[in-house]
C-alpha cells in the first residue's frame, strides 16, 4: 500500500498539476467485516457495490459537485477493489505465496479535450472532495451540479463462474502445481526443471458519471503459467506454455492441468532439434492462434484513436479505404466468453461490443473512448480502459483478431516453397507511428516444399504492419483464440488482452536467420 501524505502535501503537489493521493483504506482496519458482510459472490447488485466502497448516490453527487466546481464539462469516478492471489513452485516445492489488494477511487475532470485526474486510496467524503478539487484544476473559473439520479443498464455476462477466487483457498490450489510438476517429470527423462506460477484476481469495479451513468462489474481473472528446462548431452533449452482467462478454479480440469505439463514439455524438448533458417525475405505462415500477437502490436495499435487523433498513426487517414484483400476482416472484441481481454462493460462504463476494424479489406473504424468518440464525433466502441483507479482511460484493445478465411490449413503450407511457420513469439518491438516492428520467432517450423519440416528458433522476423497486412495473400478457415496471459502495455498502463488469427500466408517478411 502507499504511504500517508498530509493534506499539506497534498495541496502543493495539487498545484503543480495532476497528482495522486496515497492513503491507506480505512475498511483495512476493524470495519472489513462489516463491509464485506453481504459482499462476496458473482450475483452483487448495485446496493452491495455501495456497501463495498462505503458510498451512496448523495456522496457521489457532491464529490462531482466539487470536481465540477471550476467549470468543467464533465467528470466521472471509478471505483476498484481488486484481490490477487499468487503461488509458486520451484524446484519440486511451493515456495512462494503472497497477496496484493488495491483499492481507492479515480476522479476523471474533462474540459474540450483537456484530462485533470487524481485518486485516493481512502474512500471517505473528505478524501474524494479533496482530490476532486484537485482534479479540478484543469479548468478556471466557476460552474455548478445539479445533483443527478443514477440510471444502470443492464449488461451481458461474458464470464460467468461458478466460484469467486474469494472462496477458494490456497489449499485447494497447491494441488494443481504439484500435479502439473509430477507430470512435467515423468513426461520427459530430459527434464530438470520446472517453474510453475498459479495467479488468480478478483477485480470489482463501480463508475458513476456526470450525466447520470452508473455501472459495475465483477472481473475474475486465472491464470496457470508452466516453464521447463530441459538437458541432452550438455545442452539446455527452455520454454513454457501457460493457460489463462475470465474463469474461476473449475477451469483447471485434468484435462487443461495435463495440457499445461505435455505442451511445456513438448515445446522445450522439440528445441534439441531446432535449426535456423536462412536469412532474408521469404514467405511467413503465422500458425493460428497466439501468433495474433503480430496482429495486436504491429496492426491493432495503430487502430487505437488516440494515436489517429494526434495524427501518429499510418492508419490517421485510412478510414473507408482499402488496407487488405477482400478476404481479410478484423475485430476487436470485448464479447468473447470467458476470454482474458473480454469485459462486459468499459471503465468508462459503456457496454462492450464487437467491433470492426476491417471488413472485407476495408478499414472501418478505429478503437474510441469517450474523448476520441467526441472528437471524431461517433460512438463509442467500449474500449476506454485503465489498469487501475490510479490510471484514466486510453483507448485499448481488448480481444484482437483475424476472421476465418477460405484457406485451409493444408493448402496454406502447400502453397510454400521455402520460407518459415511461426507458432509462438516474444519479445517485439513496435513503432506505433510508422507500423515498424520487430519479433522474436520463440517456436516454429521451417517449411520446405510445402511440409513443415525442422523446428526452428532463435530467430526474428523484420517488417512493417500495414505492409504485412497488405501482403496477407491467403487467410485459413482455423480461427484460434490465443490462450495464455497476454498483458498489453500503453502509456505506462498494462491491461489483459487476447488476441486470435487463423492460419495466415504473408506473402514476403524479412527473417534475421543465418546469411547463406
Same mark, same amino acid.
Given at each position: 500500500m502507499?504511504?500517508k501524505?498530509?493534506?499539506?502535501?497534498?495541496l502543493?503537489?495539487? =498545484?503543480?498539476g495532476?497528482?495522486?493521493?496515497?492513503?491507506?483504506?480505512?475498511?483495512?482496519?476493524?470495519?472489513?467485516?462489516?463491509?464485506?458482510?453481504?459482499?462476496m459472490?458473482t450475483?452483487?447488485?448495485?446496493?452491495?457495490?455501495?456497501?463495498?466502497?462505503?458510498v451512496?448516490?448523495? !456522496?457521489i453527487?457532491?464529490?462531482?459537485?466539487?470536481?465540477l #466546481?471550476?467549470?468543467? +464539462?464533465?467528470?466521472?469516478l471509478?471505483f476498484e477493489?481488486t484481490?490477487?492471489?499468487?503461488?509458486?513452485?520451484?524446484?519440486?516445492?511451493v515456495?512462494?505465496?503472497?497477496?496484493n489488494?488495491?483499492?481507492?477511487? =479515480?476522479?476523471?475532470? $474533462?474540459?474540450?479535450?483537456?484530462?485533470?485526474? %487524481?485518486?485516493?486510496?481512502?474512500?471517505?467524503?473528505?478524501?474524494?472532495?479533496?482530490?476532486?478539487?484537485?482534479?479540478?484544476?484543469?479548468?478556471?473559473?466557476?460552474?455548478s451540479?445539479?445533483?443527478?439520479?443514477?440510471?444502470?443498464?443492464?449488461?451481458?455476462?461474458?464470464?460467468?463462474i461458478?466460484t &469467486?477466487?474469494?472462496?477458494?483457498g490456497?489449499?485447494?490450489?497447491?494441488?494443481?502445481?504439484?500435479?502439473?510438476?509430477?507430470?512435467?517429470?515423468?513426461e520427459?527423462?530430459?527434464?530438470?526443471?520446472?517453474?510453475?506460477?498459479?495467479?488468480?484476481?478478483?477485480r470489482?469495479?463501480l463508475?458513476?458519471?456526470?450525466?447520470g451513468?452508473?455501472?459495475?462489474?465483477?472481473?475474475?481473472?486465472?491464470?496457470?503459467?508452466? #516453464?521447463c528446462?530441459?538437458?541432452q548431452n550438455?545442452?539446455?533449452e527452455?520454454n513454457?506454455?501457460?493457460l489463462?482467462?475470465r474463469?474461476?478454479i473449475?477451469f483447471?480440469?485434468p484435462?487443461?492441468? +495435463?495440457?499445461?505439463?505435455?505442451? &511445456?514439455?513438448?515445446?522445450?524438448? *522439440?528445441?534439441?532439434e531446432?535449426?535456423?533458417?536462412d536469412?532474408?525475405?521469404?514467405p511467413?505462415?503465422?500458425?493460428?492462434? %497466439?501468433?495474433g500477437? $503480430?496482429?495486436?502490436e504491429?496492426?491493432?495499435?495503430g487502430?487505437?484513436a488516440?494515436?489517429?487523433r494526434?495524427?501518429?498513426?499510418i492508419?490517421? +487517414?485510412?478510414?473507408?479505404?482499402?488496407?487488405?484483400?477482400?478476404?481479410?476482416s478484423?475485430?476487436?472484441?470485448? !464479447?468473447?466468453?470467458?476470454?482474458?481481454?473480454?469485459?462486459n462493460?468499459?471503465?468508462?462504463?459503456?457496454?462492450?461490443?464487437?467491433?470492426?476494424?476491417?471488413?472485407?479489406?476495408?478499414?472501418?473504424?478505429?478503437?474510441h473512448?469517450?474523448?476520441?468518440?467526441?472528437?471524431?464525433?461517433?460512438?463509442s466502441?467500449g474500449?476506454?480502459?485503465?489498469?487501475?483507479?490510479?490510471?484514466?482511460?486510453?483507448?485499448?484493445?481488448?480481444? !484482437?483478431?483475424? $476472421?476465418? =478465411?477460405?484457406? %485451409?490449413?493444408? *493448402?496454406?503450407?502447400?502453397s510454400?516453397?521455402?520460407?518459415?511457420?511461426?507458432? &509462438?513469439?516474444?519479445?517485439?518491438?513496435?513503432?506505433?507511428?510508422a507500423? +515498424?516492428?520487430t519479433f522474436?520467432?520463440?517456436?516454429?517450423?521451417?517449411v520446405?516444399?510445402?511440409?513443415?519440416?525442422k523446428?526452428?528458433k532463435?530467430?526474428?522476423i523484420i517488417?512493417?504492419?500495414?505492409?504485412v497486412?497488405?501482403?496477407?495473400?491467403m487467410? =485459413?478457415d482455423d480461427?484460434?483464440?490465443?490462450?495464455g496471459?497476454w498483458?498489453?502495455?500503453?502509456?505506462?498502463?498494462?491491461?489483459?488482452?487476447?488476441?486470435? $488469427?487463423?492460419?495466415?500466408?504473408?506473402s514476403?517478411? !524479412?527473417?534475421?536467420?543465418v546469411k547463406?
Open positions: 502507499g504511504q501524505i498530509s493534506r499539506r502535501a497534498f502543493e503537489k495539487g =498545484g503543480k495532476l497528482v495522486a493521493t496515497a492513503f491507506i483504506p480505512t475498511f483495512l482496519g476493524s470495519d472489513i467485516d462489516k463491509v464485506f458482510a453481504k459482499a459472490g450475483d452483487m447488485k448495485l446496493q452491495d457495490y455501495f456497501n463495498r466502497f462505503n451512496d448516490e448523495k !456522496t453527487n457532491d464529490v462531482m459537485a466539487a470536481a #466546481s471550476k467549470g468543467a +464539462d464533465y467528470c466521472d471509478f477493489h484481490i490477487g492471489n499468487y503461488i509458486g513452485l520451484e524446484d519440486k516445492a515456495n512462494k505465496a503472497y497477496s489488494i488495491s483499492y481507492g477511487v =479515480g476522479i476523471r475532470v $474533462l474540459k474540450g479535450d483537456q484530462t485533470g485526474y %487524481s485518486f485516493t486510496e481512502e474512500i471517505t467524503p473528505e478524501a474524494m472532495k479533496l482530490a476532486a478539487k484537485t482534479a479540478a484544476n484543469i479548468a478556471s473559473g466557476s460552474g451540479f445539479n445533483p443527478v439520479k443514477f440510471k444502470r443498464s443492464e449488461l451481458a455476462d461474458y464470464y460467468s461458478k &469467486s477466487w474469494e472462496q477458494v490456497i489449499d485447494k490450489k497447491i494441488p494443481y502445481l504439484q500435479q502439473i510438476n509430477e507430470k512435467v517429470f515423468n520427459d527423462k530430459r527434464i530438470i526443471k520446472s517453474n510453475i506460477w498459479f495467479n488468480d484476481e478478483s470489482y469495479i463508475i458513476a458519471t456526470s450525466e451513468v452508473i455501472q459495475y462489474d465483477y472481473q475474475p481473472m486465472g491464470q496457470i503459467s508452466v #516453464s528446462n530441459a538437458e550438455g545442452k539446455r527452455q513454457y506454455f501457460d489463462s482467462g474463469r474461476g473449475e483447471f480440469t484435462a487443461n492441468i +495435463d495440457r499445461l505439463a505435455k505442451e &511445456s514439455v513438448r515445446r522445450t524438448v *522439440e528445441l534439441f531446432a535449426v535456423k533458417p536469412a532474408g525475405e521469404m511467413v505462415i503465422l500458425a493460428a492462434g %497466439s501468433s500477437i $503480430l496482429l495486436h504491429a496492426i491493432g495499435h487502430m487505437e488516440d494515436f489517429n494526434k495524427n501518429i498513426s492508419f490517421a +487517414d485510412k478510414i473507408n479505404k482499402p488496407v487488405a484483400e477482400n478476404f481479410v478484423i475485430v476487436d472484441d470485448g !464479447t468473447n466468453p470467458n476470454v482474458r481481454g473480454s469485459i462493460v468499459d471503465d468508462e462504463g459503456n457496454p462492450t461490443e464487437k467491433t470492426f476494424l476491417v471488413k472485407d479489406g476495408i478499414m472501418k473504424s478505429y478503437l473512448d469517450r474523448i476520441s468518440a467526441k472528437y471524431y464525433n461517433v460512438n466502441t474500449s476506454g480502459r485503465r489498469e487501475s483507479f490510479r490510471c484514466y482511460p486510453l483507448p485499448r484493445m481488448r480481444n !484482437t483478431y483475424m $476472421l476465418p =478465411g477460405p484457406h %485451409s490449413k493444408e *493448402e496454406i503450407i502447400k510454400v516453397k521455402n520460407g518459415i511457420y511461426a507458432e &509462438s513469439f516474444t519479445n517485439g518491438q513496435v513503432y506505433i507511428g507500423g +515498424d516492428f522474436y520467432v520463440k517456436s516454429g517450423y521451417l520446405e516444399d510445402g511440409k513443415l519440416t523446428p526452428i532463435d530467430i526474428n517488417g512493417n504492419g500495414p505492409k497486412l497488405a501482403d496477407v495473400v487467410v =485459413g480461427l484460434k483464440m490465443a490462450e496471459g498483458t498489453c502495455g500503453k502509456n505506462g498502463q498494462s491491461v489483459p488482452v487476447s488476441m486470435g $488469427l487463423p492460419t495466415v500466408k504473408v514476403k517478411i !524479412t527473417v534475421g536467420g547463406s
